[in-house]
């Protein structure tokens, strides 16, 4: 059962432009949404997280917006880099069972310069 | 570097063999949790510590998967009888235990291949 779903699986963009991933997800359940960045032969680090209190969160060229209701959170970074590109995961967790993320299937970015 | 650490970092083995896989935790973090990521995917949860009880188990961490965490420290996971389709990249995170805002911490992952 997927909880999560990510898209699109690939994406390239030009250096400095807008890169934007789309996750949503089934259970309401889900209390903290993070964005987690892979590069390969490393594992997943964290790169922006928000709770479901707020629409919007901000750091530096990374921003989630976050849409309760269609419960749909996506991530745009801004100004892209070819150091950006990696596999970006959106991930999904409820408190109440034990702090498990649940993952997206990834999507693969590749800036060219 | 005080992060995550986890050995080896590759493993090829033959289907039927044991394999063991250790995990070093950011110390003073209490949780612990293993993943297992297949190629092209995002990591699918099997099962979490907090300090030495594990507390959570996936049902994907069959009869032939074992982990422990003796004393709350480092981690190990075990697999019996390597079947072809546990090859995958098992990955390990750790985390301080907070509430609301627990940051999962992840190590480099030990790759498995079994031929």
């Known amino acids: 059962q997927q909880q999560v779903k990510q898209s699109p699986q690939s994406l390239i963009v030009q250096k400095g432009g807008i890169s934007i991933i789309n996750c949503a997800y089934e259970n309401t359940a889900f209390d903290y949404f993070p964005w987690y960045q892979q590069f390969p032969g490393k594992g997943p680090a964290l790169l922006i997280a928000i709770r479901p209190d707020v629409s919007e969160k901000k750091e530096g060229r990374f921003t989630i917006s976050f849409n309760k209701s269609a419960k749909q959170f996506s991530l745009h970074i801004m100004d892209s880099q070819p150091g950006d590109s990696a596999t970006y995961f959106c991930a999904a967790r409820q408190e109440t069972s034990g702090s498990r993320l649940t993952f997206g299937e990834g999507t693969q970015l590749t800036v060219n310069p | 570097d005080t992060g995550v650490s986890q050995n080896p970092r590759h493993k090829i083995t033959k289907r039927g063999q044991n394999v063991t896989f250790r995990c070093d935790p950011i110390?003073?973090?209490?949780?612990l949790y293993w993943y297992r990521q297949t190629l092209g995917q995002g990591p699918e949860f099997l099962t979490y510590f907090q300090n030495e009880a594990q507390l959570e188990k996936s049902r994907l961490l069959s009869d032939r998967f074992s982990a422990e965490r003796p004393k709350g420290s480092f981690s190990t996971l075990e697999i019996q009888r390597t079947e072809q389709g546990d090859s995958a990249m098992y990955l390990c995170?750790?985390?301080?235990?907070?509430?609301?805002?627990?940051?999962?911490?992840f190590g480099p992952g030990t790759r498995l291949t079994v031929l």
């Open positions: 110390s003073e973090h209490n949780r």
């Open positions: 995170a750790s985390s301080r235990g907070q509430i609301n805002t627990d940051t999962q911490y």
